[in-house]
C-alpha cells in the first residue's frame, strides 16, 4: 500500500507500506518541474513494486526516499 498517512496503514494491518508524498499527491510532487515529477514518482513505485519480492513479518514500512537504498524497512509495533 502506497500512504501518505503511513501510520494508519501500519497499524490497520497492511503487510507493506511504501511511504507516499503527500495526502493529495500521493505518488507525486506537483512543486516539481515535470520531469523530476515522474522521476520521484516512478521512485516511490518501483520501491512499490520491489517489496513485493520481499518476505516480511508483518506490518512493514519501505521509505522509497532513504538515502543509499531503495528501501529501508522499519516494523511496526
Do not use: W
Not at 58 to 73: C, I, N, V
Amino acid at each position: 500500500m502506497i500512504s501518505a498517512i503511513y501510520n494508519f496503514a501500519l497499524t490497520t494491518g497492511a503487510n507493506r507500506v511504501i511511504r507516499g508524498a503527500r495526502i493529495e499527491h500521493v505518488c507525486g510532487d506537483p512543486t516539481l518541474s515535470p520531469e523530476k515529477d515522474y522521476a520521484f514518482g516512478m521512485r516511490i513505485v518501483t520501491t512499490a513494486l520491489e517489496t513485493l519480492t520481499i518476505a516480511v513479518p508483518g506490518p512493514t514500512l519501505f521509505d522509497p526516499m532513504a538515502p543509499g537504498k531503495t528501501q529501508e524497512a522499519a516494523h511496526a509495533s
